[in-house]
């Protein structure tokens, strides 16, 4: 069976389910309405599989999946994060980090945007918007050992040392046997020119290295 007959058969199934659930109300009146929602049903039926596509880690299959469904409705914020995530990782960064922009400003609570988003921002070396978003991440969720650290790794970036090393010393309360924290906070260190601080921390990070 070729692919779009495959496509056909998983867009009838899903077709058929919406009706079905349509029948459980008023039989006449569903009769009527069922062959009138096509665009709905396919709109539904995509936006569905480019979701899964994305969260299977399947990108360029999301990103010809969900760029029409987002262009249908750009006020979608799980698409627009999708999408734009998918984009991001098939090397259309600067697409991607508007997608995720405008889903943010659409869903400015929504704290799976933010994270993504300031995340996104820090591995693409765009620390001065990353600090905002991840500090809001880690104040929400002060446990989130990958976010704190992200955002530790920012500060340095920026030259905000002393908060740096305030950030990294969170982190490493979360993670006491994560010997990469306790070295980023002897380079911090280092880069103020406090050597002799430095100094015990690179001792740690050794320990926890041969540990």
Known sequence: MSRDSLENVGLYAHYGLSVAKKLGGSLVEAFQTAFSID?????????????????????????????????????DGEVALHLGIACTKTGDVVRGLELMEQALQDNPDDMKIVTVLGLAYAQNQKYDLAVPLLSRVVEANPLNFNVRFRLSVALDNLGRFAQAIDSFKIAAEL????????????????????HEQALPYFKKANELDGA
């Not at 396919?42 to 999301?62: I, N």
């Not at 993670?175 to 406090?194: D, L, T, W």
């Open 39 to 75: 665009g709905d049903i396919r709109h539904s039926y995509y936006r569905d599989k480019g979701l899964a596509h994305a969260k299977a880690g399947r990108y360029e299959q999301a990103v010809g999946t969900l760029d029409p469904i987002w262009s249908a409705d750009p006020s």
């Open 175 to 194: 993670r006491p046997a994560e010997s990469k924290v306790p070295r980023a906070i002897a380079y911090c260190y280092e880069q103020m020119g406090e």
